[in-house]
């Protein structure tokens, strides 16, 4: 018996940071918005043990895998020893801040519980996710959503409609530990409305959240590509051209397909992976 589905990657329309929590991890304030770009995740049931393959060969497939601990915690939490086969068809490019394991280990928590009948609420798959990684509770549900602390607060917004979003990630991507380094030994930090973005994507007011995108890390990472990018985005009109998460994957999001193509088919001489995407209103979507 086996579940497959597709886990949306996210972006981040806006990201900002808060101070040094009990935890002595940094308070997140973000937006995200789930897009099209998904990998594949078939879980199927199996005798014994958790095993975990990708199609891509620099995705840890073991107990450093997020899927891996995904499963772990589940089958520890509902008290089973079952065995569990995890099976990740990649396409959301690794360290780019577009949320491709937090999508698969989402995606992961989602197929166990339909698998083994739905034992676990929201409430209880929530909790679940949040032990699994930041991100991973907003990927439970997508669209569009603020996330607050560590991720674990969580309020659905409108989600972005009738715009084109293109992805472009550069050849060097970034650790979130080295981003959160950067901004810890910043001496000085620029800070956007947060207030002002968040009464815009409250009401819905598309233009007027575009205008307002904006991510905290780009003031302290230097990434080899990332100008060239925006710049050819901004060549193409877009509407907003921003860092999604720590890096290293940029987004630029159009009102017309056809100048996001143009723009796409430009990007793929500066970037190696290049993705024209759709936001949607879900993070999981079940085949």
């Known amino acids: 018996m086996s579940v497959s589905l597709l886990a949306n990657a996210k972006i981040n329309l806006f990201l900002d940071l808060g101070g040094v929590l009990m935890n002595g991890y940094h308070g997140i304030w973000t937006v995200m918005q789930s897009i099209d770009l998904s990998d594949r995740i078939t879980v199927?049931?199996?005798?014994?043990?958790?095993?975990?393959?990708?199609?891509?060969?620099?995705?840890?497939?073991g107990e450093k895998n997020i899927a891996f601990k995904a499963a772990s915690l589940f089958l520890d939490h509902i008290g089973s020893h079952q065995g569990v086969r995890i099976e990740i068809e990649k396409r959301i490019p690794s360290q780019a801040g577009?949320?491709?394991?937090?999508?698969?280990?989402?995606?992961?928590?989602?197929?166990l519980n339909r698998l083994f009948g739905d034992p676990l609420n929201k409430q209880e798959?929530?909790?679940?996710?949040?032990?699994c990684g930041a991100d991973v509770p907003f990927?439970?549900?997508?669209?569009?959503?603020?996330?607050?602390?560590?991720?674990?607060?969580?309020?659905?917004?409108p989600a972005l409609k009738d715009v084109h979003i293109?992805?472009?990630?550069p050849q060097a991507g970034i650790s979130?530990?080295?981003?959160?380094?950067?901004?810890?030994s910043a001496v000085w930090v620029?800070?956007?409305?947060?207030?002002?973005?968040?009464?815009?994507a409250a009401t819905g007011n598309t233009p007027e959240i575009l205008r307002r995108c904006s991510n905290l890390f780009e003031q302290f990472i230097e990434v080899p590509g990332r100008a060239d990018i925006k710049s050819v985005m901004r060549k193409f009109n877009a509407k907003a051209a921003c860092m999604s998460g720590s890096g290293s994957a940029v987004y630029g999001i159009f009102v017309d397909l056809k100048t996001a193509e143009d723009c796409a088919a430009q990007l793929k001489s500066v970037a190696p992976d290049v993705?024209?995407?759709?936001p949607c209103e879900n993070g999981i979507i079940f085949e």
């Open 176 to 184: 979130t530990a080295e981003a959160y380094a950067a901004y810890d």
């Open 166 to 169: 293109v992805v472009a990630k």
């Open 139 to 157: 990927c439970l549900d997508g669209g569009m959503q603020l996330c607050q602390n560590m991720g674990e607060i969580i309020a659905p917004l």
């Open 275 to 278: 993705f024209v995407c759709s």
């Open 98 to 111: 577009l949320g491709g394991g937090s999508a698969d280990a989402a995606g992961t928590l989602l197929a």
């Open 44 to 61: 199927e049931l199996a005798e014994d043990g958790i095993c975990v393959s990708c199609t891509d060969c620099l995705i840890p497939t």
């Open 125 to 131: 798959l929530c909790k679940l996710a949040f032990r």
């Open 190 to 200: 620029r800070r956007a409305d947060r207030e002002q973005f968040l009464y815009y």
